[in-house]
């Protein structure tokens, strides 16, 4: 079950053939292998052994491949965090999970020797061309050592540097399952060109992109960080077959003014937020490709639904369980609540994760009777299709009415001027909360234009009285809109 076994296997089956490119760079199935063998050989004469956390803090470059596989090779636990990190969160994570050995890009060393400062690891760093060389000079360990699907392989940091950080335990099966099931969906094979823009260190890209990619002995070509231009570069270069990226990457892509027909995508997969419908009817009339949007979280190792192309696609949806899962729709008492009526998403599956790391009293309120409590809002329709509301910490209660952000932002993203926007609830003395939205735009607008076009779509309690425009809306490093950063 160890995940290194997928890519001791594509070795085997496609050692001369590429699994990772970036530009002129190049690393085929075998050496891959070879690579992340040497590496497991390195961490074995470190004393690195099974259950051991290990944090790797890499862009997507061929490397991150290498030390991924080299460290679940050896039984040990990636910890993969965002190279951006301050120093302050290095700290908490390093010192929250117990890492013996922290494996950073060169260019964050510094910020990486101070946030492993006071904490039990070690620095190492990875410098492009003196890694290899000094790989050559590592015995190699061949053998891989035997996990089973219920043992840890990655610990994913969701947030907490002013607080205990909360690490997902996701474990070999967890990881395993996932990534199959995301290459069979996808009908993945080993034409394939999958486009790398989705940050590795994250569970979508890791799982969707990385894993999925070997297990179908495909190729991954990278972006170490996603740009609209040079994303519509790489895939005409390279011919990519598979785009999987999160609302904000096809947004700008339909922006940018070198985006012409991109129908030589078989595969075009939303996920990480909810995709604006706008955005999906534009890429069938302008790009002449269909958008398949999914659901799932970093608990869920990501993917939890979908939905699958063709005529079994339904715009706005994000489809129905992926095989082996399910989801329903539940009140607060854990009720399932009938077909139509929003409540909150629960999933149950071989995807949910271990639970949450060295905190058993977050796993206990997050998996309540074998079910996992997302915190998201949905509904599901009479064809047993999935549609996510809100985020529950996100929904507005205007004069005791509720809002759901969602269904605004839909509504300005209809306007043609807008390009992305955002509402929010903010304090009201009578009200509670009053209607917020933070709004960047294409084309010229007023103020008064835009919420008048909003008024006349939505009920009088619903449209936002207070709107911002901005240049652009913050963004996490995995593409979604940071809503707890805007200043409305």
């Known amino acids: 079950m160890n995940l290194a076994d997928r890519l001791h296997t594509a070795a085997d089956r496609l050692g001369g053939r590429a699994v990772l490119t970036l530009d002129e760079a190049e690393l085929t199935y075998g050496a891959l292998e070879e690579l992340s063998a040497r590496l497991a050989g390195l961490l074995r004469c470190r004393g690195i052994g099974p259950g051991d956390r290990v944090a790797i803090m890499l862009p997507n470059v061929p490397e991150f491949g290498v030390v991924y596989y080299g460290v679940l090779r050896t039984g040990a636990v990636v910890v993969p965090l965002d190279p951006l990190l301050k120093r302050r969160e290095i700290a908490a994570y390093l010192g929250d999970c117990g890492a013996r050995l922290l494996i950073a890009w060169h260019a964050f060393a510094e910020t990486a020797e101070a946030g492993s400062a006071g904490t039990k690891a070690d620095c190492f760093f990875v410098v492009p061309g003196e890694f290899r060389r000094l790989l050559r000079r590592v015995t190699p360990e061949r053998e891989i050592t035997p996990t089973g699907a219920h043992d840890t392989a990655v610990i994913h940091y969701t947030s907490g540097t002013t607080g205990r950080p909360k690490g997902i335990e ?32 994250h569970t979508f890209g890791q799982t969707c992109s990385l894993n999925a990619t070997v297990h179908a ?8 960080r996603f740009d609209p231009g040079r994303a519509l570069e790489v895939i005409r270069r ?41 955005v999906l009817r534009a890429y069938e009339t302008r790009f002449g490709c269909e958008i398949i949007e999914g659901y799932g979280l970093s608990e869920t190792s990501p993917v939890a639904a979908t939905n699958r192309g063709g005529r079994h696609r339904r715009p706005g949806s994000i489809g129905w369980p992926i095989r082996d899962v399910e989801m329903k729709v539940v009140d607060e008492e854990g009720r399932e609540v009938p077909r ?5 998403i629960v999933v149950r599956g ?10 058993p009293a977050a796993t206990a309120e997050a998996i309540r009777d074998g079910w996992f409590h997302t915190g998201d809002l949905g509904r599901v329709d009479d064809d047993g299709y999935f549609f996510l509301v809100d985020r529950r910490r996100d929904v507005i209660i205007r004069g005791g009415y509720t809002v759901y952000p969602r269904e605004i932002e839909e509504v300005l993203y209809e306007h043609p001027a807008v390009r992305q926007a955002a509402v929010v609830g903010v304090p009201h003395p009578e009200l509670g909360e009053e209607i917020a939205a933070v709004v960047a735009l294409r084309a010229p607008v007023s103020d008064h234009e835009l919420r008048d076009f ?7 309690y619903k449209y936002p009285r207070r709107l911002t425009f901005v240049d652009e809306l913050p963004m996490s490093p995995t593409g979604k809109i940071l809503k707890r950063a805007l200043v409305p």
């Not at 990534?179 to 940050?199: F, N, Y």
């Not at 139509?340 to 909150?344: D, N, R, S």
Request: proline share 6%; hydrophobic share 45%; aromatic share 4%.
């Open 170 to 201: 996701l474990t070999h099966g967890n990881l395993g399952g996932n990534a199959a099931t995301v290459a069979r969906m996808h009908a993945l094979g080993v034409d394939d060109v999958v486009l790398g823009a989705l940050p590795l260190y």
């Open 217 to 224: 002995g495909a190729r991954l070509t990278l972006l170490p």
């Open 238 to 278: 390279d011919g990519v077959t598979v785009f999987q990226g999160v609302p904000t990457m096809f947004i700008a892509l339909l922006d940018h003014p070198g985006a012409s027909d991109m129908s030589m995508l078989r595969v075009c997969a939303s996920g990480g937020a909810a995709l604006p419908l706008d």
């Open 340 to 344: 139509g009526e929003i409540g909150e």
């Open 350 to 359: 071989p995807n949910v994760m271990k639970g949450y790391w060295n905190d």
């Open 454 to 460: 909003v008024r006349e779509r939505v009920a009088a």
